[in-house]
């Protein structure tokens, strides 16, 4: 299994248990699902009902989560349009800065295809929810909630540069 972190703030933001699609050769589009827990319960990620579990004995002390969000602490926070411009350039600053470090070669195809995801991120702004890692680093990344073509599912955008993988 791989689990994917923050390679500025070092949180934990997603693993290989979720359909994870790379996009543009810049970032990777994590497919999540809304979830009931129970207090006290703790996701891991198994069905439940293919494990022989029993649903029927939900409490009234359950709420609906966003799995990703819930099983990677991730907080909810919130920009206007001009905040996240301003993050966004800061963050790609340091981004380049860490790939010139990590792997030079890299650095052309970031900015062009970056610059182009962002683009697309600024032109539906309204329909992107912002949420941070654990540490609430403020230089970390900050993750993209938006929904499929159906309204109903929803999917995570990673800028794959701000990532390390590590195996489990």
């Not at 001009?82 to 380049?96: C, D, P, V």
């Not at 993209?144 to 990532?163: A, C, M, Q, S, W």
């Amino acid at each position: 299994m791989l689990l994917f972190r923050d390679i500025l703030a070092g949180d934990e933001l997603f693993s290989d248990a979720y359909p994870i699609k790379e996009v543009d050769d810049v970032a990777y589009e994590v497919d999540c699902a809304m979830i009931n827990v129970a207090e006290g319960e703790v996701d891991i990620g198994a069905n439940p009902s293919a494990e022989g579990g029993d649903e029927e004995g939900a409490e009234d002390s359950s709420q609906t989560v966003n799995n990703v969000v819930y099983s990677f602490r991730l907080t909810a926070t919130s920009f206007d349009k001009k905040s996240y411009m301003t993050y966004i350039k800061g963050y790609m600053k340091a981004l380049k800065a860490k790939l010139n470090e990590t792997s030079p070669e890299r650095v052309p195809i970031f900015e062009k295809n970056a610059t182009t995801l962002i683009k697309k991120i600024l032109g539906n702004f309204k329909d992107y929810e912002f949420y941070i890692g654990e540490s609430m680093d403020p230089d970390g990344m900050v993750a993209l909630l938006n929904y499929r073509e159906d309204g109903v599912t929803p999917f995570f955008t990673f800028f794959k540069d701000g990532l390390i993988q590590e195996k489990l």
